[in-house]
Nanobody
Framework: QVRLVESGGGLVQPGGSLRLSCTASGTIISNYIMRWHRQAPGKQRELVAGITNGGTTNYADSVKGRFTISRDNAKNTVYLQMNSLEPEDTAVYYC?????????WGQGTQVTVSS
């Protein structure tokens, strides 16, 4: 059974940083495109960042220059380093792994940016 488990969310003040982790079990993420999505209350889920199995990254315009996605295939884990956080970044963040037509989602981790 494939599982993706996110961790690292929490409450942070504006301008602060958090690092999210997504660890997979039951599969090897080196074969997957890995993505982070987020969903704020009352809004649709949106793609935040992605990384291919070759290490190519892409970001939503709203997070470029502030967020960094990376992967450690040896640890079967993908990360999202979030700096200069803004209240608008408040959302549940979800990890997503894709290989061909197969996709898996984690359960999400809450990030709240507030003073």
């Amino acid at each position: 059974q494939v599982r993706l488990v996110e961790s690292g969310g929490g409450l942070v003040q504006p301008g602060g940083s958090l690092r999210l982790s997504c660890t997979a079990s039951g599969t090897i993420i080196s074969n997957y495109i890995m993505r982070w999505h987020r969903q704020a209350p009352g809004k649709q889920r949106e793609l935040v960042a992605g990384i291919t199995n070759g290490g190519t990254t892409n970001y939503a315009d709203s997070v470029k220059g502030r967020f960094t996605i990376s992967r450690d295939n040896a640890k079967n884990t993908v990360y999202l380093q979030m700096n200069s956080l803004e209240p608008e970044d408040t959302a549940v963040y979800y990890c997503n792994g894709i290989r061909g037509s197969i996709g898996y989602w984690g359960q999400g981790t809450q990030v709240t940016v507030s003073s």
